[in-house]
């Protein structure tokens, strides 16, 4: 019962990844607006030093992984390298596509619209 629990938490968590990049990759980031946290940090190094946003965030989140692995615990390590790996990959991918909206309000707003999504869909529980 654990592995089909755990396969269903990765599948959930690589839908939620996917659906976060559709709002960074097609709204924010041809926009040049920022969401928040580690995203948000990479945006910005995005613009200032042109690397890919998916790489920058795996580079910063590695310290982080580091720390989680010890202090959270290898199972909600496991999850969210899935979910920042999955996450970076899909960002980069998506970001070769062009932006659905041109608009720097309309995109604000339905990036915010997917995000919140994502963010209701992963936190159900």
């Not at 089909?4 to 659906?19: C, D, M, R, V």
């Not at 559709?22 to 709204?27: C, I, P, Q, Y």
């Not at 920022?34 to 690397?51: D, E, P, Q, R």
């Not at 390298?81 to 999955?86: E, K, P």
């Amino acid at each position: 019962m654990k592995v089909k629990k755990f396969a269903i938490e990765t599948l959930e968590t690589i839908i939620g990844a996917f659906i976060m990049a559709v709002g960074v990759s097609l709204f924010l980031l041809p926009n040049q607006l920022s969401s928040g946290g580690i995203s948000g940090v990479a945006t910005i190094t995005y613009y200032l030093l042109n690397i890919p946003m998916g790489t920058m965030i795996l580079v910063i989140n590695v310290p982080l992984f580091i720390l989680a692995i010890y202090k959270i615990g290898k199972s909600f390590f496991i999850k969210s390298m899935i979910g920042t790996v999955f996450l970076s990959i899909f960002i980069d991918f998506l970001d070769q596509l062009e932006p659905l909206t041109n608009d720097r309000f309309l995109a604000c707003i339905y990036g915010g619209i997917v995000i919140g999504f994502r963010n209701s869909y992963y936190f159900k529980s």
